[in-house]
């Protein structure tokens, strides 16, 4: 089984990002970076598949500078087979659009039996990449899973999504595109052989053009700014005082 | 701001980064059943041993090595076991768990590093495959025994004894501070050898010998109540009238005495606590700086305060140089240099350092310091066993004061 797994190099998401002064951004200098938490689950469970299918292939790929070389490293090292970098040097001057194309693309190439996806990244924090690459290829897609069982004769799989009130399952033909919610699985820790083995796997190198996908981003980001900072609070005499800026200055009290 | 990355490869940074996040999930929550004996670190070091695939790599190493060996080339075989050992990476292993755990990554080193390794750099292939490879995949538990009561400082005056008889030596007295020693399966002791022709000389050197758990007339104390290091169980090691099979001589040679070898634990471990001491300076400088921007006194945070800034700017600095000699002395160690002056000289001035820094970061702390919560206090007392253990400050200052001074 053949199995695309789509990663990203986020900032770590525990550090305190700040925005640079002319809003364009946030800063990335001197800023520790990672593999979007929830596309490590999406690998995870790319491992996990072709673990219990006997055999079978998985592929890391990213879209990002050759900084992002270290994130497909980090999913060689737990295990995936081989990378595919396609080189972007501007985060800001793509969107999730381009993305799904660009996906699209490798996908064309590598005829993966499943596409697995973090359902969302922590950076941007949009959620329309999975779903937008679904529709480019014209596969069925399952979002949000939290539980990942491929038929026996691998031509469809069933997911379960966590929704609101419950437990949704879903039953979709392969080849399709799922993305992983939180409690898909537990991710494994890049072991020291694994490690030491990344360094030996193969990853091939593309440009937008030599996929033939046009980086004409339909969204761009104008600007970027930090929400106002909350007031401190006052402290109040009695009740009714309270009640009466509850109703006079807040006027949320009628 | 992130760090500058000095000395480390891809490799072992994201071996960092691993490391770092298995201690914050495994090694994090049981820091205080640790201190309080309630567990003991071997489980964990078990866990680790098994999720970072140490184990595999110990085994594997050791297939091959049997693999060259019955395919008759010695040298590839002997290069198996020098592959093996990394010392960037057994640093990085040591400076991420003394980040929660100092006790957790001494027992860990006394029983892989020190117990382990001397029977695989030592040992006989029988040996090796008995004793060394269940310690260095942590299923067993080793210990290292050369001090006794009356032989600390002055190690080689001890009083244990091996005296031949038939196919078993005998062996009698005792050894104590011995990390792991109350729970050790597999136990490396010294002793004096005693012969019935005593003008042999070298049956009167120093020897080592592999003991087991169980041997009739070997036991153990209980757990002592030390300053410090509290994750890591220390005691004593009682031996009268012990049996050991002549099979058990490291090494295997009566005519090769294991003084110098022992001497060569000594200077692997001065080299190795520069790691432990760049593991804890390195946690305290991050609490220092989260607590001090947290921390509000007089209106504004405690960082503001010029005399908080230089304690933490003098943390920085300590971790600098601190860094600096865990990297030459992995270098030392990658070039097969053997000098102990720069080890006695790193250990030396990294254990004191670590010491400074751990009281001043308790006082930036204040009085939340001087509680065990904040985990700073634990880590003064830990860091100060790096001023005694593996030979005191002084004994530290003679070698480098004879070495410099010799001819």
């Known amino acids: ?254 | 701001m992130a760090d500058v990355t000095f000395g480390w490869s891809e490799q072992h940074l994201m071996v960092r980064q691993a490391l770092r996040q298995f201690m914050e999930k495994e090694l994090k929550p049981i820091v205080w059943d640790l201190e309080d004996g309630k567990v003991l670190p071997y489980e964990f070091a078990r866990k680790l041993a098994n999720t970072f695939g140490l184990a595999e790599l110990v085994r594997g190493m050791w297939a091959r090595r049997k693999e060259k060996k019955a395919a008759g080339d010695r040298e590839a075989a002997a290069g198996e076991i020098a592959a093996f050992r990394d010392p960037a990476m057994s640093a990085l292993l040591v400076i991420e768990m003394c980040r929660y755990s100092p006790g957790a990554a001494l027992a860990f080193g006394a029983s892989l590093g020190l117990c382990g390794q001397t029977i695989l750099s030592k040992g006989t292939d029988d040996q090796i495959e008995r004793f060394a490879i269940p310690v260095l995949t942590a299923e067993k538990v080793g210990c290292w025994g050369l001090t006794e009561p009356e032989a600390g400082s002055d190690a080689f005056s001890m009083r244990t004894t091996a005296r031949l008889d038939g196919d078993y030596y005998i062996l009698n007295g005792s050894k104590t501070l011995i990390t792991n020693a109350p729970y050790a399966d597999t136990f490396v002791v010294y002793a004096r050898m005693k012969s019935p022709t005593p003008d042999n000389a070298a049956r009167e050197a120093i020897h080592a010998f592999i003991l087991e758990r169980g041997m009739p007339g070997l036991s153990t104390g209980q757990p002592f109540k030390k300053m410090g290091m509290h994750a890591s169980p220390t005691g004593e090691i009682f031996l009268s009238d012990v049996r050991v099979p002549r099979a058990n001589l490291l090494g295997g040679k009566e005519k090769d005495p294991s003084r110098d070898q022992a001497v060569g634990v000594l200077m692997g471990e001065r080299t190795a606590m520069p790691s432990m001491c760049l593991g804890i300076v390195e946690r305290l400088l991050d609490e220092c700086v989260r607590y001090s921007k947290e921390r509000k006194q007089f209106g504004r945070p405690i960082a503001e305060f010029q005399l908080v800034q230089q304690k933490i700017a003098n943390l920085f600095v300590t971790r600098e140089i601190i860094e600096m000699y865990v990297h030459k002395m992995i270098w030392m160690q990658q070039n097969g240099i053997k000098s102990m002056k720069e080890a006695s000289a790193a250990k030396l001035y990294c254990g004191r350092a670590t010491v400074e820094a751990g009281l001043d970061a308790v006082q930036v702390f204040g009085g939340a310091g001087y509680i065990r919560d904040a985990g700073v206090e634990m880590m003064v007392r830990d860091a100060k066993l790096f001023t005694i253990g593996g030979g005191t400050d002084e004994i530290q200052i003679g070698w480098i004061a004879r070495e410099l001074l010799k001819d």
């Open chain 1, 1 to 254: 089984m053949k199995i695309l797994v789509a990663v990203k190099r986020v900032p770590d998401t525990t550090v305190k990002l700040k925005l640079k002064p002319d809003g364009t951004g946030v800063v990335t200098d001197g800023v520790n970076f990672e593999v979007n938490p929830f596309d490590v689950i999406a690998v995870e469970e790319a491992l996990r598949l072709k673990e219990k299918a006997g055999g079978g292939e998985v592929i890391v790929a990213t879209i990002g500078s050759k900084d992002a070389t270290q994130q497909l490293r980090h999913g060689l090292a737990m295990g995936a087979d081989r990378g595919i970098l396609v080189v972007n040097d501007d985060d800001n001057a793509i969107d999730a659009d381009v993305v799904a194309r660009t996906l699209k693309a490798v996908v064309a190439k590598e005829q993966p039996t499943l596409v697995l996806v973090g359902k969302q990244s922590p950076d941007g924090e949009s959620n329309q990449v999975p779903q937008m690459l679904a529709e480019h290829l014209g596969w069925p897609q399952a979002t949000f899973a939290s539980k990942v069982v491929v038929a026996a004769d691998k031509a469809s799989a069933e997911v379960t999504r966590e929704a609101d009130g419950g437990l949704e399952t879903l039953s979709v033909r392969l080849p399709a595109v799922i993305s992983a919610d939180l409690r898909l699985n537990e991710p494994r820790y890049a072991s020291l052989p694994g490690i030491m083995k990344a360094k030996a796997k193969k990853i091939d190198e593309f440009t937008f053009e030599s996929l033939g996908v046009a980086k004409a981003p339909k969204v761009t980001a104008v600007g970027f700014f930090a929400p106002p900072e909350r007031k401190a609070g006052a402290v109040v005499a009695s009740v009714e005082e309270l009640v009466n800026k509850l109703k006079n200055e807040a006027k949320v009290l009628g």
